[in-house]
């Protein structure tokens, strides 16, 4: 788990921070094929196309969702003009 030192009567434990990946991996609770699988797909794994195709996918859910913003913003106001403009006879 991590190594523990002793400074001036105090003990001090240091843990190393581990990825989820690398809890599985060292994990005597799965099978080793699993465990072969995960290496294989973890090294086929290229951060930067990650990253790349999330932006992408952020910026097209912001456009999407700023379109329908928009769209009920641009009804509300004819709706609303509509309404301010309507003249009560009475």
């Not at 951060?47 to 999330?54: G, H, S, T, V």
């Not at 769209?71 to 301010?84: P, S």
Request: proline fraction near 2%; hydrophobic fraction near 35%.
């Amino acid at each position: 788990m991590g190594w523990l030192e002793e400074i001036d009567c105090m003990a001090f434990s240091k843990v190393i921070a581990k990825t989820p990946y690398q809890r599985v991996i060292e994990s005597k609770h799965i099978d080793s094929a699993i465990t072969r699988k995960l290496k294989r797909q973890h090294k086929e794994l290229n951060p930067a196309e990650l990253k790349r195709n999330i932006t992408k996918l952020q910026n097209k859910l912001i456009r999407l969702v700023t379109s329908k913003n928009n769209a009920k913003k641009k009804d509300n106001f004819v709706y609303n003009f509509h309404e301010a403009t309507k003249k009560d006879f009475v």
